[in-house]
């Protein structure tokens, strides 16, 4: 690996702990960065969900003081996003899953358009700030937990939606709990892929310190934007990676 290379993926896993703070879809930054090193498709995916956990734990810790009284609410959805994130990493490893693969780009377009949509879903839909959670958050997060774990493109778009549709909060104590969700999916995938996967390990090493930097850095400037503004951002970004998606 050449000097020019460690600066390359230095800069994608900066960045990419960034975007996956503030929205999710980072992995649409370092996955590529890694195939164009050379690596295959294989190996690049488990390198990347590898080396951007350590992006992951920085963003949940950065959103520490928006997640103060949401421990049980947080405690019970990890639990069913580690059964989601369980299933999806094993179909990542034992199935070619093209079919999934063409499905990805509509999905995360349609979570984005969701999440533009929120304040008037949930008016549907209905969901508690406090007490008793409903049941259909546990069904969105488990899948978002095994699509997470199988693609990790667009995984904070889909999770945020879905914890946005059913719980009645603020958007960015919401984004707190997707941000502690997108950790445990990615931490399901990084012991999964650790044993049983072709992970390259130099460049994880290279990206790995980047996206913690990352990380808390985006957490930063997503406290600075008003829910508005947030919610713009992950829109446009969702819908671009969605367009990302269906062109490669």
Avoid at 214 to 225: D, E, H, K, Q, S
């Amino acid at each position: 690996m050449t000097a020019a290379d460690l600066l390359f993926l230095v800069g994608a896993g900066l960045l990419a702990g960034v975007v996956n703070a503030l929205a999710g879809g980072g992995t649409l930054i370092s996955f590529p960065a890694l195939l164009a090193l050379g690596y295959p498709g294989l190996t690049a995916t488990v390198t990347n969900a590898v080396a951007l956990w350590p992006g992951y734990l920085g963003g949940a810790l950065g959103y520490r003081a928006e997640l103060r009284g949401q421990r049980r609410r947080a405690t019970l959805l990890s639990v069913t996003a580690v059964l989601g994130a369980a299933g999806g990493s094993a179909l990542l490893l034992v199935t070619p899953g093209k079919l999934f693969e063409s499905m990805v780009p509509w999905l995360v377009a349609f979570a984005s358009l969701a999440l533009l949509a929120q304040p008037w879903l949930r008016k549907l839909i209905g969901g508690e700030a406090e007490g008793k959670t409903s049941r259909m958050v546990y069904a969105g997060v488990f899948l978002g937990g095994c699509y997470g774990a199988y693609f990790n493109g667009g995984m904070g778009v889909v999770l945020l939606t879905v914890l946005g549709l059913f719980l009645h909060d603020s958007l960015h104590r919401v984004n707190a709990v997707r941000a502690v969700l997108s950790l445990v999916v990615c931490s399901v995938s990084v012991v999964a892929f650790s044993l049983f996967g072709p992970v390259e390990w130099r460049a994880a090493a290279v990206i790995a310190p980047a996206s913690l930097a990352g990380g808390f850095l985006g957490t930063r400037l997503a406290r600075l934007m008003p829910a508005k503004v947030l919610r713009g951002v992950v829109v446009a970004f969702g819908l671009g990676v969605a367009v990302a998606l269906a062109l490669h």
